[in-house]
């Protein structure tokens, strides 16, 4: 029976295991900055691989600068690379709060070196959480394997999916403090609106009395 429950949960958590994301490809401009971001929780070990290099028969490649921000805009990494053929790089960090992670790529090359009809394709792999470890070293640093070694990663996952899960409850408690307190406000702007247009027709009213009054007409 035990040996059936140990299945049944390795079946259940890999089925609710996070997917592994595919790499992103796109075009560089030949001016201005390219970004894309990525949502990660806190505390997270996060490894990114970027490759790039030039569509056309350009040589040497334009050089490249890559920049990687935390959500309140401190940078966990940067690096210019010189012209070559083909760039290829590599960033690891451990986020510190959670929330959008934004990579940054731009061209340094001059433009009147490098036409912008000549394309450059920039592929990104952003590996989180699990995926960012080396299981390989894992391995045969707690000499596990085969079993036990597939189990420990359900481990990481489930304690993986448990921090996404704390990360989306505070989020929405968030979410809900903010609309309550939209609403109060909204509210109190109500009751002031309501009572301001009260008080503005009790004047007009008494204001047409004294009017009347003062011509005699009533």
């Known amino acids: 029976?035990?040996?059936k429950r140990w299945v049944v949960m390795a079946v259940v958590l890999m089925l609710l295991r996070p997917q592994k994301g595919a790499a992103i490809w796109f075009s560089l401009p030949a001016t201005g900055t390219k970004c894309l971001s990525e949502q990660i929780y806190s505390?997270?070990?996060?490894l990114g691989n970027y490759y790039a290099f030039s569509d056309r028969d350009v040589l040497p490649a334009p050089a490249i600068a890559v920049q990687v921000k935390s959500p309140v805009g401190n940078v966990v990494y940067e690096k210019e690379h010189v012209k070559g053929n083909v760039t290829v790089g590599r960033f690891s960090f451990t986020t510190t709060e959670a929330g959008m992670h934004v990579a940054c790529?731009?061209?340094i090359t001059d433009t009147h070196e490098f036409n912008s009809t000549a394309g450059l394709?920039?592929?990104?792999?952003?590996?989180?959480?699990?995926?960012?470890?080396d299981w390989e070293s894992v391995a045969k640093a707690h000499n596990i394997?085969?079993?036990e070694l597939e189990l420990k990663k359900l481990e990481e996952t489930a304690k993986a999916i448990r921090q996404n899960t704390i990360h989306l409850m505070i989020k929405d408690l968030k979410m809900q403090r903010v609309s309550k307190a939209t609403n109060k406000r909204v509210a109190c702007f109500s009751f002031m609106s309501v009572g301001l247009c009260i008080l503005v027709s009790a004047l007009q009213v008494w204001h047409l009395k004294t009017?009347?009054?003062n011509k005699k007409l009533i």
Do not use: H, N, P, Q
């Open 121 to 133: 394709t920039v592929s990104l792999d952003w590996k989180i959480g699990i995926f960012a470890k």
């Open 145 to 147: 394997e085969g079993l």
């Open 43 to 46: 505390s997270a070990v996060v």
């Open 1 to 3: 029976m035990t040996g």
């Open 211 to 213: 009017f009347f009054r």
């Open 105 to 107: 790529f731009r061209l």
